[in-house]
């Protein structure tokens, strides 16, 4: 007993010694700890080297400019990329949301707008002339271009979406010209010929929930095959994009009070296993999720997303399952902080507006960076 009591004493003595000798794991350097981090590849790694100590979470983390690694998306898969064009280089810049920019040449985006992005396809329109309406699908990540008819020259189109991949029979494209409350709806499927134009009188019929014009405020998204809209003050209509659409138009959702309207600077709507959510972001910078209650007729608050995350943008916006439970309950925005280098995300929980990799912690977004003309995107 006594001689294992002095080899557990000496061993004791041999630890105490190391560590006398060699410091401990929170003093070293700042600048091999940004390095390390720099490193990292997924949600989990980065969990793991900020649970260390506090020293390693607060290490700035080092975001470089690098090539797009196209064919390896082994450091990308696990999160979306926010892509947006930059108007010093024309090259397009992916920004991760947890560590480097990765930039591409795409000459086939030249003089093109992007119209909306979903499951590694981006909606492209555009011509040599600006009056030019010709429209495709394109994959950035494969190069792979699927032309769609053109739209007529004298349209004007502002709001689209499509249902599925583009490669499917079942993929639905749908465009909408707001004109107060009468829309233009043109609905087309890959491999079709023409668009069909249709003019459909959003005005609800409902003596309770009257509403005089309907302005879509985000492009809209595509739920069981149904199309849903929603409008800058809160209501929501929905259609069949394969049928007459004004014959199945339907409204719900309340619309919201004239403080929350007149305090309201943009909108977006999201699907989550089949349920709407949509997110209002106030001037002041808070940022409300409501979805439609049993009845469909009033809006409830979301204060927790539980295991989610959602991501928004002008051009396509949507909700991930998140495997490392410290990333749940935050909304990623097309906001950039730090000289365009980190993404922004507003957190559920503390109400405020962070960043990863960063000390930083906010309740107002006007110091930050807004990237209007972006889209998540996530290679496939």
Same mark, same amino acid.
């Given at each position: 007993?006594?001689?294992?009591?002095?080899?557990?004493?000496?061993?004791?003595?041999? $630890?105490?010694?190391?560590?006398?000798?060699?410091?401990?794991?929170?003093?070293?350097?700042?600048?091999?700890?940004?390095? +390390?981090? *720099?490193?990292?590849?997924?949600?989990?790694?980065?969990?793991?080297?900020?649970?260390?100590?506090?020293?390693?979470?607060?290490?700035?983390?080092?975001?470089?400019?690098? #090539?797009?690694?196209?064919?390896?998306?082994?450091?990308?898969?696990?999160?979306?990329?926010?892509?947006?064009?930059?108007?010093? *280089?024309?090259?397009?810049?992916? $920004?991760?949301?947890?560590?480097?920019?990765?930039?591409?040449?795409?000459?086939?985006?030249?003089?093109?707008?992007? !119209?909306?992005?979903?499951? &590694?396809?981006?909606?492209?329109?555009?011509?040599?002339?600006?009056?030019?309406? #010709?429209?495709?699908?394109?994959?950035?990540?494969?190069?792979?271009?699927? =032309?769609?008819?053109?739209?007529?020259?004298?349209?004007?189109?502002?709001?689209?979406?499509?249902? &599925?991949?583009?490669?499917?029979?079942?993929?639905?494209?749908?465009?909408?010209?707001?004109?107060?409350?009468?829309?233009?709806?043109?609905?087309?499927?890959?491999?079709?010929? =023409?668009?069909?134009?249709?003019?459909?009188?959003?005005?609800?019929?409902?003596?309770?929930?009257?509403?005089?014009?309907?302005?879509?405020?985000?492009?809209?998204?595509?739920?069981?095959?149904?199309?849903?809209? !929603?409008?800058?003050?809160?209501?929501?209509?929905?259609?069949?994009?394969?049928?007459?659409?004004?014959?199945?138009?339907?409204?719900?959702?309340?619309?919201?009070?004239?403080?929350?309207?007149?305090?309201? +600077?943009?909108?977006?709507?999201?699907?989550? =296993?089949?349920?709407?959510?949509?997110?209002?972001?106030?001037?002041?910078?808070? +940022?409300?999720?409501?979805?439609?209650?049993?009845?469909?007729?009033?809006?409830?608050?979301?204060?927790?997303?539980?295991?989610?995350?959602?991501?928004?943008?002008?051009? &396509?916006?949507?909700?991930?399952?998140?495997?490392?439970?410290?990333?749940?309950?935050?909304?990623?925005?097309?906001?950039?902080?730090?000289?365009?280098?980190?993404?922004?995300?507003?957190?559920?929980?503390?109400?405020?507006?962070?960043?990863?990799?960063? =000390?930083? *912690?906010?309740? *107002?977004?006007?110091?930050?960076? #807004?990237?209007?003309?972006?889209?998540?995107?996530?290679?496939?």
């Amino acid at each position: 007993m006594a001689e294992a009591l002095d080899e557990k004493e000496s061993m004791v003595k041999v $630890f105490a010694d190391e560590e006398e000798n060699h410091g401990f794991w929170s003093d070293l350097p700042t600048e091999l700890l940004s390095s +390390i981090r *720099s490193c990292l590849v997924s949600e989990r790694d980065y969990y793991i080297f900020d649970i260390v100590c506090k020293s390693w979470k607060a290490s700035p983390n080092l975001r470089l400019q690098l #090539q797009f690694p196209i064919g390896d998306y082994s450091r990308l898969h696990e999160s979306p990329l926010l892509m947006s064009i930059s108007k010093r *280089s024309g090259r397009y810049n992916f $920004f991760h949301p947890l560590h480097h920019t990765y930039y591409m040449d795409l000459p086939e985006l030249l003089n093109k707008k992007i !119209l909306y992005s979903k499951d &590694g396809w981006l909606l492209v329109m555009g011509g040599k002339f600006a009056k030019e309406k #010709q429209v495709f699908f394109f994959n950035p990540f494969t190069r792979k271009k699927i =032309d769609l008819p053109d739209l007529p020259p004298d349209t004007a189109f502002t709001k689209f979406s499509f249902s &599925g991949l583009p490669t499917s029979k079942d993929c639905v494209v749908v465009g909408i010209m707001n004109l107060l409350s009468l829309m233009e709806i043109a609905v087309i499927k890959p491999g079709e010929d =023409d668009w069909e134009i249709e003019d459909v009188d959003f005005r609800e019929s409902d003596e309770n929930y009257p509403v005089k014009k309907f302005c879509i405020s985000s492009n809209p998204i595509f739920v069981d095959n149904y199309c849903y809209c !929603l409008d800058v003050d809160g209501k929501v209509a929905v259609f069949d994009p394969l049928d007459d659409c004004e014959n199945s138009l339907e409204f719900y959702g309340m619309r919201l009070s004239r403080r929350q309207r007149d305090s309201l +600077i943009q909108s977006f709507m999201v699907e989550s =296993d089949g349920e709407l959510i949509a997110i209002f972001l106030s001037s002041n910078g808070r +940022i409300s999720v409501l979805k439609p209650d049993a009845s469909k007729k009033n809006w409830v608050n979301v204060e927790d997303l539980g295991d989610k995350v959602i991501y928004l943008s002008n051009g &396509g916006s949507w909700v991930e399952k998140r495997r490392v439970s410290c990333n749940n309950n935050r909304i990623y925005l097309p906001m950039l902080y730090d000289n365009n280098k980190a993404v922004i995300f507003y957190d559920l929980k503390t109400q405020r507006y962070h960043c990863n990799g960063y =000390d930083f *912690s906010s309740t *107002s977004f006007y110091h930050i960076k #807004q990237i209007f003309h972006s889209v998540w995107i996530k290679p496939t």
